[in-house]
């Protein structure tokens, strides 16, 4: 009891506050606030705070959002992320440029003790990406939606930097710089995977020659813009921005992680051409195929490294949820779109043993598969909210550990076989991976081998295999081999 009236005093306290801020900052002459009617915390990320607040005016209710730090804390801008006050000018002077976003009505200061955000319109629309790749609503927006992200992203990159003060609040990040950090988080994990390092090496050898520094979004995907059914309502999430290659935007939205399923290369929806066309009209600049592809390879990349970043969080804590290592085993999504972009060819698949040898009753499958079925069929029909998504989660683990019972083994014993005749060299698994990963990073091993590229192939392929056969980029490996 005494736990739940601290929580109450806690979120009557916030309130208080976020009243008194209405009351001492909005004037009658901007809507005639009157007071208060609900402060509604919605779901969202662990680094911010998103709330739905329903304000009564003289002339109605009407609805804000706020974006608030993470336990409103009075945050300061570090690497890589530029902070709120930051955000909510890039908010400002992108809308000032053209790009559909909210009115920033407020940004918090230290004296209003509620910590770092900002106050804004509160905007109607969808952002979930299936939804926008997939939904009948969107069938018509989807045939002109790559142009016209192609050119909002012109009017981002086209935003002056030193007339809106933004050039002393963002990071200068050049693609060597964004390449090389990636890599040197991959190596602090201590981890062979043979396909990234693969993959970092081409990125350093194909670097862009020559760009011109602008306003990089830095997320602009699927699922981080908001859209009616018949146009994009707000650009979303720039707590990334930087100053960069604006290729880097191109690329991103192209990346296979951000196209729900949709066959079509731009966030699943679009076509590369449709979009460098909506870029070219506003920006007046020839899109660079070459440089949007190197940028699409990159961001494979990087999300295979986030998703083993995971993974090692969930080792080392403090957050040790099921969705953790969940997230982990995505590393293998990534690494498959990049055989795709760079190595494409022939796989062979390996299949499960048709009968069994165990001889335990029960045997570990059907223990696996008991359990998952528990979490599927009865916890969650009887839950809601995040216990429900956790518990898809974990029965989708189990779909993953059961897969690793039935064809882990023998993926391993088919890698080490293709790595002993590839190197000459009669040891175990982990040494010859980390012979290779060693060998493509002080550039002994040449990319350019077919031997290590199918080697390379064939053990992203039967990973994802593993991981999830469901995902876009396995099927388009195994549409690769001669049937």
């Known amino acids: ?166 050039r002393q609040k963002l990071d200068e990040v050049s693609p060597r710089d964004f390449v090389e950090q990636t890599w040197e988080r991959y190596k602090l994990f201590d981890t062979p995977h043979p396909m990234i390092d693969y993959t970092a ?33 707000a650009v979303l999430d720039w707590e990334l921005a930087h100053i960069g290659d604006p290729m880097r935007d191109l690329g991103w939205i192209c990346v296979n992680s951000w196209r729900f399923g949709g066959a079509k290369p731009v966030g699943g929806f679009g076509d590369y051409e449709d979009l460098f066309k909506g870029y070219e009209e506003v920006s007046g ?60 060819g022939a796989v062979e698949l390996i299949t499960p043993d048709s009968d ?27 839950t809601t909210g995040r216990v429900n998504f956790l518990a898809r989660v974990s029965s989708n683990s189990l779909d993953i550990a059961l897969r690793e019972w039935q064809l882990g083994a023998k993926a391993k014993q088919a890698e080490l076989a293709r790595l002993q005749a590839f190197t000459g060299e009669q040891t175990d698994l982990g040494s010859l991976r980390w012979k290779l990963v060693h060998a493509l990073r002080d550039g002994s091993q040449s990319l350019h081998d077919e031997a290590l590229q199918h080697h390379l192939r064939q053990t992203a392929v039967n990973q994802i295999a593993i991981d999830q056969p469901k995902y876009s980029g396995f099927r388009n490996a195994i549409s690769q081999s001669v049937t």
């Open 1 to 166: 009891m005494s736990g739940s009236s601290s929580l109450e005093n806690v979120q009557q306290t916030f309130e208080q506050k976020l009243e008194q801020v209405y009351r001492q900052s909005f004037d009658e002459t901007d809507f005639g606030f009157v007071s208060l009617v609900s402060v509604e915390r919605l779901s969202g990320g662990a680094s911010q705070e998103t709330y739905r607040i329903t304000v009564e005016t003289q002339l109605g209710n009407v609805v804000h959002a706020m974006r608030r730090a993470a336990g409103g804390i009075q945050s300061e801008p570090v690497v890589g992320h530029p902070g709120l006050e930051a955000e909510a000018l890039l908010i400002q002077s992108a809308k000032r440029s053209g790009v559909p976003e909210p009115e920033i009505y407020y940004v918090l200061k230290p004296s209003d003790d509620l910590g770092s955000g900002f106050i804004m319109e509160w905007l109607e629309g969808e952002a979930l990406g299936a939804r926008i790749t997939r939904g009948e609503a969107y069938a018509g927006l989807r045939e002109s939606l790559a142009y016209e992200c192609g050119k909002i992203m012109a009017q981002v990159h086209q935003i002056d930097l030193d007339q809106t003060g933004l």
């Open 201 to 233: 090496v081409w990125l350093m050898d194909n670097l862009p020659e020559s760009y011109t520094p602008a306003l990089v979004h830095n997320d602009f995907r699927n699922g981080n813009f908001m859209v009616s059914e018949s146009e994009i309502v």
């Open 285 to 344: 600049q020839k899109v660079d195929p070459k440089a949007v592809k190197f940028w699409e390879v990159f961001g494979s990349f990087w999300w295979a490294v986030g998703c083993l970043g995971m993974a090692e969080h969930y080792r080392n804590g403090p957050d040790k949820t099921v969705e953790r290592p969940a997230i982990g085993r995505r590393s293998s999504e990534c690494q498959i779109d990049c055989v795709n972009l760079l190595i494409p």
């Open 356 to 382: 069994s040898n165990d001889l335990d009753m029960p045997r570990v499958d059907e223990l696996l598969t008991s359990v998952r079925d528990f979490l599927r069929a009865d916890v969650m029909a009887e």
